[in-house]
Each structure stands twice: as structure tokens, then as C-alpha cells.
């Protein structure tokens, strides 16, 4: 048995019955993070239905909007890293928009995943 939360850093992640990704600092490899596309880059998709497909790679750039990832599965070393830190030093504070994010922390992996999607989009 499980459940989802309906917002904030675990939207959509399923939970185990009974246990609270807020009150265990492990479960940061869990959070979501969301990319979403700039109003012109979503205009220049053709594909006019939210895919849902796992790409920790960013390899597939063809869905509209908005785009979810849990951090352990990101594949940017950056991000792994901070993940990595953030399980080693346990630090105490889970914030109902960022979870066991700082905000800064959650806006460089924003500024990380963007910069490398735009990076494969010149590759292209």
C-alpha cells in the first residue's frame, strides 16, 4: 500500500504506508525537480501531449512544458554530488516547497539541468 503527495518536492513519488519522506533526510534522492520550458521553447515542440518517459539523460527533448526528475536519477555529477552531501551530513530541515533542499541549493540544480539541456540542444 502507498501513497503520493499532491504538491511540493515529492508531487507524484510513490510512498511506502507509513513512512514520511519528510522526517528522513535520505529520502532527498527522491525529491522532484521540475524543468520547466520557456512559453517559446514549448511552442517549438511539436509533440502535442505531455510524454511521460524516464530520461535522466535529458537525451529526449521533445516533451512540451514540464519535465520532473527525482534527484538520485539526474544524470549531471554536480547534482549526484550534492545529493551524495546531503545524505552523508544529514542535516536537519525539511521545507515544505524545497524538502531537504536549501532554496539556492534547488535553484543551482534548476541553472545545472537547464545549462545542460541547452547544452544538448547545440549538439543536436
Given at each position: 500500500m502507498c501513497y503520493t503527495f499532491r504538491n511540493g518536492p515529492w508531487k507524484h513519488t510513490f510512498c511506502a504506508f507509513g513512512y514520511d519522506p519528510r522526517t528522513d533526510h535520505r529520502a532527498v534522492a527522491y525529491q522532484n525537480v521540475a524543468l520547466k520550458l520557456k512559453k517559446k521553447e514549448a511552442e517549438d515542440y511539436e509533440a502535442d501531449v505531455l510524454e511521460h518517459t524516464y530520461?535522466?539523460?535529458?537525451?529526449?527533448?521533445?516533451?512540451?512544458?514540464?519535465?520532473?526528475?527525482?534527484?538520485?536519477d539526474i544524470a549531471i555529477e554536480a547534482v549526484q554530488e550534492l545529493v551524495r552531501g546531503k545524505l552523508i551530513s544529514g542535516e536537519t530541515g525539511c521545507s515544505k516547497e524545497h524538502g531537504w533542499l536549501t532554496s539556492g541549493e534547488h535553484a543551482h540544480i534548476l541553472r545545472l539541468m537547464r545549462s545542460h539541456k541547452e547544452h544538448l540542444e547545440v549538439q543536436q
Open positions: 530520461d535522466p539523460t535529458f537525451s529526449d527533448l521533445s516533451a512540451k512544458y514540464i519535465r520532473a526528475y527525482q534527484l538520485g
